[in-house]
């Protein structure tokens, strides 16, 4: 899945968000950032992500989170077999790789089946 235009590195601070993901089952590191992301594909990536000089992966979302009738893009990381608490952290994010496009989903349900698929791939490698 890793191709020749990726990594991109994105570096933020971690902050609270909502805690829908945490809700789910499937906690997220909210980034606040800098950077300009409009060159970056709005959709879900398989990410590397440095925390006090320790890497981690995971996946990644950049996007409006339609389920939640929120349109404004946001960056969202889940941190595979990670649980620690790192709000205010300053992290490096490196988007390995894309794995597809920000979908609308009806519902919480049909989008936790959708993670969990994205998750099995990202595990895959």
Request: hydrophobic share 35%.
């Amino acid at each position: 899945m890793i191709d020749k235009n990726y990594p991109i590195t994105i570096t933020g601070r971690v902050i609270k968000g909502s805690g829908d993901g945490k809700k789910m089952g499937i906690p997220t590191a909210n980034i606040e950032f800098k950077h300009n992301l409009k060159t970056i594909t709005q959709g879900v990536y398989s990410t590397r992500i440095k925390i006090d000089k320790k890497k981690y992966f995971g996946i990644s979302h950049y996007g409006p989170r339609y389920v939640f009738n929120e349109t404004t893009p946001q960056l969202e990381i889940h941190i595979l077999d990670f649980d620690q608490d790192i709000y205010g952290k300053i992290v490096e994010i490196e988007l390995l790789g894309f794995i597809r496009p920000t979908m609308k989903f009806k519902n919480t349900e049909e989008m936790l089946k959708q993670i969990d698929k994205d998750i099995a791939e990202v595990k895959r490698g």
